[in-house]
């Protein structure tokens, strides 16, 4: 079967593409001495997952407590929850998770902490957990060395815990490599005086866990970073591309879409919208949904639902009814993450399906 | 079990609410002598839409012929897919449903009539056509009345196919009930063309279908329309209430989340983010992504993949971590369409799961 033989919409992967973005990071992580723990929310799919462990990856990371039982049960038994626990029932299940697998969570409050802990307690097994501090993004993290210190203190008198270092997310650097400087250079100030104040304290930080896809080939030169947790770079998108990570050809999800109609002057309704897509939108200075990738000129302008409106007014022919295109998302996490199964080819040849197990694991 | 008791995030369906939405719609159609053929889209349940034709509606809207499919198998007997079918694979599947279902869909290119011709021919069945025109969104249909004609002529012509009327969405029509006036002309004046070509052609136009949720309670005034396609109508959201459709108590859904970091000053983050209640946008003036009803004055101002970002310098106190909070989408249709089940509560108190069906039926 070849990928012109799908119905659409259908989510493409190349795996091709998806082989060399995996080895690529996992040979910049060796060359570097960093543990490579990639997020999985990207692909949700155990199997790829697996195929980053192969690859050198010391283990995964995943946001929700859903994502990390499907993980665990697809065998792989090293995971990261980057996501504070705070309801009673998601941290007993993580504690039973905790009898079969390594598992850790990141937090930036007692209360986040001392509900982790009654579950562990409970289940009398070990969470490892890592402090989250904010370096300059303001979701989530704790503001200053002080703070994190108390936080890391309080852990370690908590029963069913262990404080394993500290844990943080570069979501603010969002620009070409080449331009990220005085960004990271922002944030080694802070991570310098955090392991000041650990060290006067006295108390060990085995784990700096850090890194971004946009920054995950810079990694190196965040100060004491020893794992990174990139998940884009396995398959990239349109966002990605914009800034330089990685060619055109690295990115390996598109889109393979029909026409359906050009029934309105300058338009081409194509069977892929926002619930194919995500409405994510594009990063500035970027404008649009997507990418065509055999009509370069026409805009992906909006979506309805079920509905790409293309503006092809600036290209030289219009596309018909019943014609194909692929399209490069937006954000394809947020893509994947609308699909039960995707298909993935070799230079069109349709290899195998990939069904995204963790999908709609919000709890 | 009370509502209080879910783990988040957990989207809630106020069933009195939808009750109440559900009849108030039927009641209108009754007395106005319109058919009411409800767009599943938003709830993608099969339950639902059985109480909606329980309540009065001759029958149900979809999409995509998956949604079609999980529907009739539900025992749905007349279903309009209001999409067009433009892949051989899809029309052989509506040719199928056409067996055991009363079948149409619209379209607007007779491409796409072909290929619904050849499948229907295949299997020996019937399918229903309407030829959808556009009244001003841009989206699908044809420009003229003149163009109208030929296609549904070019559909009387063609094996397999019925010719049943004319279809319409009013999309643009996104304003208070008060001020649809002149646009509701401007479509008059355009559909009042096409009954005289029609008319001079001697063609029928047995059914006209038009409506959406905004302009629902006007379909009365637009000329010679037979049925209306609602689907927000069941649940509304944050975009229906900004522009007057139903009262808060008329929003059936509202989704529950738990504060799960408040570290970063004037923020709070809720385990909900663009995969809990997608990334769709408010309809201007509107901004932000959703309204918190327990903290009205927190405003959230954007989505991470799980994390949804509350500024709360607004207001007098601080969700804490482990609070829960409810929340009213932009878009329901969206929301709905990332989780697999909701649930169904009468005052707080759960009365039952909902399965979302229709979920992931992209093709």
């Given at each position: 079967v070849t990928v012109q033989e799908l119905d659409t919409p259908a989510v493409l992967v190349d795996l091709d593409a998806l082989d060399r973005n995996i080895d690529r990071m996992a040979r910049y992580c060796r060359e570097r001495g960093l543990q490579l723990r990639p997020h999985t929310k990207t692909h949700k799919n155990a199997g790829i997952a697996q195929q980053q462990i192969d690859a050198g990856a010391c283990g995964i990371t995943v946001a929700k407590t859903g994502e990390a039982e499907v993980m665990a049960a697809a065998g792989i038994g090293d995971i990261m929850i980057a996501y504070p626990i705070a309801t009673p029932s998601k941290a007993e299940r993580v504690a039973e998770l905790a009898r079969s697998c390594r598992i850790r969570v990141s937090l930036d409050s007692e209360a986040a902490a001392e509900c982790l802990s009654i579950a562990a307690s409970k289940a009398g097994t070990e969470i490892g957990v890592l402090v989250e501090i904010d370096v300059g993004f303001g979701r989530c993290g704790v503001a200053s060395p002080g703070e994190s210190l108390a936080l890391a203190r309080r852990i370690r008198a908590l029963q069913g815990l262990r404080f394993d270092g500290l844990m943080f997310y570069p979501g603010q650097i969002r620009k070409p490599s080449n331009e990220q400087t005085p960004m990271i250079e922002e944030v080694n100030r802070l991570l310098r005086s955090h392991y000041q104040v650990f060290a006067d304290a006295g108390i060990g930080i085995s784990t700096v866990s850090g890194g971004s896809t946009p920054t995950a080939f810079r990694s190196h030169e965040f100060e004491g970073v020893t794992e990174i947790r990139p998940g884009m770079y396995a398959f990239l998108d349109r966002n990605m591309l914009s800034i330089g990570v990685g060619e055109p050809a690295d990115c390996a999800v598109s889109v393979l879409v029909t026409v359906?109609?050009?029934?309105?002057?300058g338009r081409a309704m194509v069977d892929g919208g926002s619930k194919t897509f995500s409405s994510d939108s594009a990063l500035a200075p970027l404008t649009g949904f997507g990418s065509v990738l055999e009509a370069p000129e026409a805009e992906l302008m909006g979506f309805s639902e079920e509905h790409g409106h293309l503006d092809v007014s600036g290209c030289a022919r219009s596309p018909q009814v019943g014609e194909r295109l692929r399209i490069i998302p937006n954000h394809v996490c947020a893509t994947m993450n609308l699909h039960d199964r995707v298909w993935g080819h070799r230079g069109g040849v349709v290899e195998r399906e990939l069904t995204v197990d963790a999908r709609g694991k919000l709890r």
């Open positions: 359906v109609s050009n029934a309105v002057s």
